[in-house]
């Protein structure tokens, strides 16, 4: 039997020029914030954190709803390409990691700034509840079965975890408040920052955005492969199995005479 | 082709069988109350004072009531995927919707019963006073609380029973989702029981929440439950 051989290579010239960004914007983003940009008022050198954390968390934010679109195209597009669904694991994947720095910023600047790792605020308490409900909708991917099965079933879990988190969030709201105010988005227009600090942070969302769209793109096309050798597999074991029962026929047919 | 059963008599047989197998094999009354009660107690021995136990009974009561949703759910689809029943409802023909409802239907009456065991155990373990003015306050959170319990019960026993052997899964997809519903009760529950000090006129927002939450799962399981058990 012929093996059949894939080419392993998953970079073209466009991930290559979105990863040379990300490289770049990421560097200025190390030396903005760590050397450009000055200490902060109140916060002192804590407020660096932020250059790291923000843009995480809005990067996470970006591929769970990246997730949550690609599902729902997967569950209304009529051929339900599985193309769809492998843009919604790699994007729930990198968002998790994505979280879970969000989170271990987050309260490293807590414990220096309000002197806790943790409070128990809305936007916190939301966040933590995103990475569970993504790490169980990773699960759900692990399960196993046929590909349009983890499709089906991961598509229906991501659309109840859109359903799932504002409810979460309004529940928690209801409960108490705290998180700092966002300060960019306040929506008077006014912007307290100073200059290259605003831009080290705008930097820093382009950068993780950048690196982020640069992981998506990658792990779909591994993904792509996992599942194309999945089928090879399976096909294989079905010929191996068709040629035993030839054999076992041909074996008992010539006993029978 | 035959007559399609209306969702409502499906629902209804589903929730008939699965209550008839419960009565029978007494489990939930053997094995699942007892072990509701034996939590109960254990909270007492963790928290060791009986002011703490009376101002967080109401929370309490909800904690092991979701302890015991974990179980109930996992055995309502033990049943049905040990000798493939759940295959066969859908081979039958039978509408997803339906299903899904009749064994919501099933584990709600098992957790109100449960949960009404649960109170009187609260009353005598942790001295919690029940007030008239508080009465249906309790009853419309109880109610509306055990409704999205169930539903979100339901839907991802359904999922975990569709992939076998998979029930390690259910708490860590199940409990985030119930999250609100166990603040809401909470509250709501506090304030009917006005431990430290709560109004019963503070619960009701609660309760508006613990039936938005009822109404977007129950909806939300008879849209998907047909693509969960799918094989």
């Known amino acids: ?257 | 082709m035959s007559t399609q059963l209306s969702l409502g008599r499906i629902a209804r047989a589903v929730a008939a069988k699965d209550l008839r197998i419960e009565l029978r094999s007494r489990v939930v009354i053997n094995q699942i109350f007892p072990f509701a009660g034996l939590v109960m107690v254990m909270f007492a021995f963790a928290l060791d004072n009986d002011d703490v136990l009376t101002r967080v009974a109401g929370g309490l009561v909800w904690l092991a009531t979701l302890f015991s949703l974990i179980i109930i759910i996992q055995r309502s689809f033990a049943v049905d995927s040990a000798d493939g029943a759940l295959e066969a409802q859908r081979v039958a023909g039978l509408n997803p919707a339906g299903i899904f409802v009749g064994k919501a239907l099933a584990v709600m009456v098992q957790l109100v019963t449960l949960e009404i065991m649960l109170f009187f155990a609260a009353v005598v373990l942790y001295r919690v006073e029940l007030h008239s003015d508080g009465a249906v306050l309790l009853v419309t959170c109880v109610i509306s609380a055990t409704a999205g319990l169930s539903f979100v019960g339901t839907l991802y026993g359904g999922l975990t029973a569709g992939a076998r052997g998979r029930e390690t899964l259910l708490p860590l997809l199940m409990l985030p989702v119930v999250a609100p519903v166990l603040i809401g009760a909470t509250r709501a529950t506090e304030s009917a029981f006005m431990s430290g000090g709560a109004a019963v006129s503070d619960g009701w927002p609660w309760v508006g929440v613990l039936v938005v939450f009822a109404a977007v799962f129950g909806l939300g399981g008879i849209l998907s439950f047909g693509s969960l058990i799918e094989e």
Request: net charge positive; hydrophobic share 50%; aromatic share 8%.
């Open chain 1, 1 to 257: 039997m012929e093996a059949q051989t894939f080419t392993a290579r998953v970079a073209t010239p466009t991930t290559r020029l979105v990863g040379a960004m990300a490289l770049v914007s990421m560097a200025w983003v190390v030396i903005g914030g760590l050397f450009v940009t000055p200490r902060d008022v109140d916060q002192g050198d804590a407020v660096r954190i932020m250059y790291v954390h923000v843009p995480t968390a809005w990067v996470a934010y970006l591929a769970f709803i990246v997730t949550a679109v690609a599902s729902a195209c997967w569950l209304l597009s009529r051929k339900h390409s599985m193309g769809f669904d492998r843009v919604a694991g790699a994007s729930a994947e990198v968002g998790v990691v994505f979280m879970a720095m969000t989170l271990l910023s987050g309260s490293l600047w807590g414990r220096i700034t309000w002197g806790s790792y943790w409070a128990w605020d809305p936007r916190l308490t939301t966040t933590a509840f995103l990475l569970v409900t993504y790490i169980g909708y990773l699960a759900v991917r692990g399960l196993g079965g046929s590909l349009e099965q983890r499709a089906r079933r991961s598509a229906v879990i991501a659309l109840l975890a859109v359903l799932e988190i504002p409810l979460v969030h309004f529940s928690v709201l209801m409960w108490r408040s705290l998180h700092q105010k966002a300060s960019v988005l306040s929506g008077d227009g006014d912007i307290k920052m100073d200059g290259s600090m605003l831009t080290t942070l705008l930097v820093g969302v382009i950068g993780f955005t950048l690196t982020f769209t640069w992981l998506v793109l990658h792990r779909q096309r591994v993904l792509a492969m996992q599942d194309a050798m999945q089928m090879t597999q399976l096909d294989a074991a079905l010929r191996e199995r068709a040629n035993e029962s030839e054999n076992k026929s041909v074996i008992e047919s010539s006993r029978l005479k």
